[in-house]
Structures are given as C-alpha cells and as structure tokens.
C-alpha cells in the first residue's frame, strides 16, 4: 500500500461510469486488506465518498453506500468525525426514485449514525427519516423501522438522552403502516427498544449511585 493516496481518479465528470464502479470496488478490497493504512486519509475519503454518493450512476450509489457501512464498522472511532458530507449526500439518496437506492441508504446512514461522534449529526437526518417513514414500497418502510430501532438501542447515552424523543416518535409511526406485518413489527420493536432503554437507564442509575 503505497503511502499517499490520491482519490481524485474518483472524479465522476471525468472516468466513465464503468470505470468508477470497478474502482469502487478495488477500493473495497484495499479497505479489507489495508484498513490501517487508509485512517490518515479519513478526511479526504469522508469528502470524496460525499461526492461519489451523488453520482448519477445507480450502482455506484449501492456500492459505495455499501462501502459505507463497512467502513462504519472498521473505523468507528474514526470516521464520525468527518461524516456530515456523507450523511448529507445519504440523506439525499433517501429520496431517490429508486427504491433498491433508498434502501441501502437507510442502512448506512444508521451504520454511520452509530459510530463515535456522528450522533451529533442526527438532528440533520430526522427530515429525511420523516420522509421515509412514509414510503410507498413497505419493505423499505419494513428496513426503516429496523434501522430506528437498531440506532435506539445501540445509540451512546449521551445522544441518545438527547434524542431519544424524535426518533421514538418515527418508530410508533410503524403502529399506523398501512402493512399489518409493519404494524406487527413496530409493536414487537417498540417493545424491545423501550426494555432496553429501562435497562440502560438502571445501569446508569447504578453507576451514579456507586459515585
């Protein structure tokens, strides 16, 4: 892995849209192979995945989207740091006509919503997260609610304490999907955030008493 490198040859107004995917994807297989080594470029990859994201080619939308959330999990501590270009550019995709896109968009905006520091940045999803709650395909109403339950339970105290309030509100609206699987879904979640979130808050209770 060379030490500096360069992700201008991402440049969508210039490669062919063929040619952007296959380096999407050779870029995959460095991440796996040299995760270390693409941390000191965190901030140049943040903007150029924000750019990518808005290319008019769907597939490369999908693939980096992926990449996304792989990355999310791979530099947790590192990448909410530099996320609002990205969660921007996801937010944006949530809307896009295809459904396969706002899919996999919703997927990663959470993944990314859950690594340190990004949380901060959940005020600017909650248009996007309103918008979708009301899609016309239920599968991706059916990933929504998934994707809002997994960030209430998995979200830091700290921000979830801060928006615990707006994001609940997203998931009981699954109690009124029009598809009886949803409904069936949002309940079962409702049931199973609201338990871990009374477990959580006994945790802390505990620890403050302890101090």
Do not use: W
């Not at 700290?158 to 699954?174: A, D, M, N, T």
Request: proline share 3%.
């Amino acid at each position: 892995m060379p030490k500096h490198v360069s992700f201008h040859l991402f440049n969508h107004k210039i490669i062919a849209e063929e040619l952007r995917l296959k380096l999407v994807n050779l870029f995959k297989k460095i991440l796996k192979k040299y995760p270390n080594e693409i941390k000191p470029h965190i901030s140049e990859l943040s903007k150029m995945l924000g750019i990518i994201l808005k290319d008019q080619f769907p597939e490369i939308k999908v693939q980096v989207s992926q990449l996304i959330s792989e990355l999310s999990k791979v530099m947790k501590e590192d990448l909410g740091n530099y996320a609002k270009q990205i969660i921007e550019s996801l937010c944006l995709n949530m809307k896009h006509q295809h459904n396969k896109i706002r899919k996999i968009s919703i997927t990663s905006l959470v993944d990314l919503l859950l690594c340190n520091e990004a949380g901060n940045l959940i005020d600017e999803c909650i248009p996007s997260f309103t918008i979708i709650s009301n899609d016309k395909n239920k599968d991706t109403r059916k990933i929504f609610l998934n994707k809002i339950a997994e960030l209430l339970k998995k979200l830091n105290s700290i921000y979830l304490k801060k928006y615990e309030g707006k994001l609940f509100v997203l998931l009981l609206s699954g109690i009124s999907d029009d598809d009886p699987d949803n409904q069936q879904l949002a309940k079962t979640l409702i049931e199973e955030v609201g338990e871990n979130i009374h477990n959580l808050e006994i945790e802390l209770n505990k620890k403050e008493e302890k101090n």
